[in-house]
């Protein structure tokens, strides 16, 4: 079974490894990374994105030793688009959290009229953090909590702009 996912993955962090582990125990995998151009379309919050290459470099650190755990090939491909590669052939399967599933439908009805035949969507549900609420990236770069979802109110968060050189 081959499984698709997609998302900006910045930072990668214990909510985005639920979605990785069950997209591993199902099959290969292959993570649609936004790229830089789509990336800050996809946001709810206006917020720094890192480039492609470094968050594309954390994410393959973070899914080689779960490739390897469950015997898996996996491959982090490029996305420009929001329906990105689910909507190829070669797919069975696709991941999504609850707020995905309506672009998860989408890509069913892309996939219809091209002829292909619908994946199966699989909703991962939330993680929750210390507070109840759920894991997200936007939490972690305001620095609200850190990757795994433990309550960091002394820390500062990454900010809307990228960090200058100076």
């Known amino acids: ?3 698709a ?9 214990d909510g985005h490894l639920a979605l990785f582990e069950r997209a591993f125990e199902l ?3 292959t993570v649609g990374l936004t790229s830089d151009e789509l990336a ?6 206006d917020r720094y994105v890192r480039p492609f290459d470094d968050r594309k470099a954390d994410l393959e650190a973070e899914l080689r ?6 015997g898996r090939e996996f491959e982090v491909r490029e996305l420009d688009k929001p329906t990105g ?3 190829e052939e070669g797919f069975d399967v696709l991941i999504v959290s609850p707020e995905t599933r309506g672009g998860g439908e989408r890509v069913n009805e892309i996939r219809e009229e091209k002829g292909l035949k619908p ?11 210390e507070d109840g609420k759920r894991i997200s990236s936007t939490r972690i ?3 609200e909590i850190d990757r795994h979802g433990n309550l960091t109110p002394d820390r500062e968060g990454r900010g809307r702009t990228p960090p200058s050189d100076e």
């Open 1 to 3: 079974m081959h499984v």
């Open 5 to 13: 996912l997609g998302g900006t993955f910045d930072p990668v962090h």
């Open 27 to 29: 099959g290969d995998v």
């Open 40 to 45: 800050p379309k996809t946001r709810h919050v």
């Open 65 to 70: 030793p779960l490739a390897e755990e469950y």
């Open 85 to 87: 590669i689910a909507t």
């Open 119 to 129: 994946l199966r969507i699989e909703v991962v549900e939330h993680v929750p953090a």
């Open 141 to 143: 770069v305001s620095g």
